[in-house]
């Protein structure tokens, strides 16, 4: 009778923790009451969510279904894209209409959770369902949870379209999945964000093999997320773009993205050639500056007097900087046909002030060669510049 008992009070245990881990009618509940002055803004949510639940697990339950819940999926823009609008306006027109796409269900999902200490990030690629992948991109969120991260999909999670109708119903399939098992249905376009030492390559995901394979070369996501973290934007751009193309290219989705991060590397590079060109040109202008200082003095007999070497470092200064100038301007890059007449304009002026610095350079030469009454009658005109 004893053993009897033990097995029995073991098969309970193991039972109730199984119920504890996949019932989370209490959260729910809590969520759901949260009142609706706080619902208008990500803060008034963030601060209800931060006063009622304590673990990072009840946190992002709450974020999950809140988000499924609230927002209903916009079926008249399912092919609508807003990509240029800011998150900051995305979101306050998601929490007033209570309807989005997607994007939109990620966007309110990640901003709740890093809001309220959960380190998350969105993630954008395609998907399969029923053993047919989709010929639209999607969006999901990772979300880390107790150092490890966890899949979520708040748009599957909140329902279903059936015959372009949306019909509300939460699934929890989508909540908090491994990654190991997300990648049956969602990959996304760079595979950093598979959260897998054994990344799935797309036409694995096409032929339905994302098995873990450990035949292949491992691959730490963890130091490669962090390297990303600390990366510039060019080179987060550069880098995806690199392990996007290495993953395959296997559909127009792909394809599309890999254009889409190579015109934003063209963006960012331009802009950051725009930004050198601004800088250069305020130290041309520093140069002409120094230039005008010496011929006001020139143009004064070189009254009062100073000694040589600083005659001979007021037009060698000016020069030297002139000189630099010009080679960072030939070295500066593309910088939209918008800026290039600034740009050919900036070249020819540099090029005139240096050409004009050589000429008081000789002056200063001839100058200093001559004796003090030699030098007098060196001064027989005004120049300008």
């Not at 200064?317 to 800026?339: F, H, M, R, T």
Request: contains cysteine.
């Amino acid at each position: 009778m004893k053993n009897i008992y033990l097995l029995l009070s073991l098969f309970l245990s193991v039972l109730s923790f199984g119920q504890s881990q996949t019932d989370y009618t209490l959260i729910d509940s809590q969520i759901s009451k949260i009142p609706n002055s706080s619902t208008t803004t990500i803060k008034g949510i963030a601060n209800y969510i931060n006063s009622n639940f304590r673990t990072d697990n009840d946190k992002i339950r709450a974020i999950f279904y809140w988000t499924a819940s609230n927002i209903r999926y916009d079926m008249d823009n399912t092919f609508t894209s807003n990509s240029r609008e800011t998150s900051e306006n995305k979101i306050k027109n998601i929490l007033k209409t209570r309807k989005g796409v997607c994007s939109d269900y990620t966007e309110i999902f990640n901003d709740l959770a890093n809001k309220v200490g959960i380190k998350s990030v969105i993630i954008s690629g395609y998907t399969k369902q029923n053993g047919v992948i989709d010929t639209i991109s999607h969006a999901w969120c990772g979300s880390k949870i107790n150092s490890k991260w966890y899949l979520f999909d708040p748009t599957w999670g909140s329902g279903f379209a059936n015959n372009g109708r949306f019909y509300k119903k939460i699934d929890n399939s989508y909540f908090k999945v491994n990654p190991s098992q997300s990648i049956t249905s969602h990959i996304p376009f760079d595979y950093l964000w598979q959260f897998l030492n054994y990344p799935i390559t797309n036409t694995e995901f096409y032929q339905g093999k994302t098995q873990i394979n450990k035949s292949k070369k491992y691959f730490d996501f963890e130091s490669e997320i962090a390297k990303y973290e600390s990366s510039s934007e060019i080179a987060k751009l550069y880098d995806s773009a690199e392990r996007i193309e290495k993953n395959g290219v296997e559909n127009n989705l792909i394809l599309e993205r890999l254009k889409n991060k190579d015109r934003n590397i063209t963006y960012l590079r331009q802009k950051t050639n725009v930004e050198k060109l601004n800088l250069i040109a305020n130290n041309c202008n520093q140069a002409i500056n120094l230039l005008n200082d010496f011929i006001y003095y020139r143009n004064k007999r070189f009254s009062p007097a100073l000694p040589d070497n600083e005659i001979k470092s007021m037009i060698e200064i000016p020069k030297q900087k002139l000189i630099e100038c010009k080679n960072a301007l030939y070295n500066v890059g593309y910088v939209g046909n918008e800026n290039s007449s600034s740009l050919a304009s900036l070249k020819k002026s540099v090029t005139n002030a240096l050409a004009q610095t050589e000429e008081h350079i000789l002056f200063v030469q001839n100058y200093l060669s001559k004796n003090n009454i030699a030098r007098k009658g060196m001064f027989t005109k005004t120049i300008w510049y």
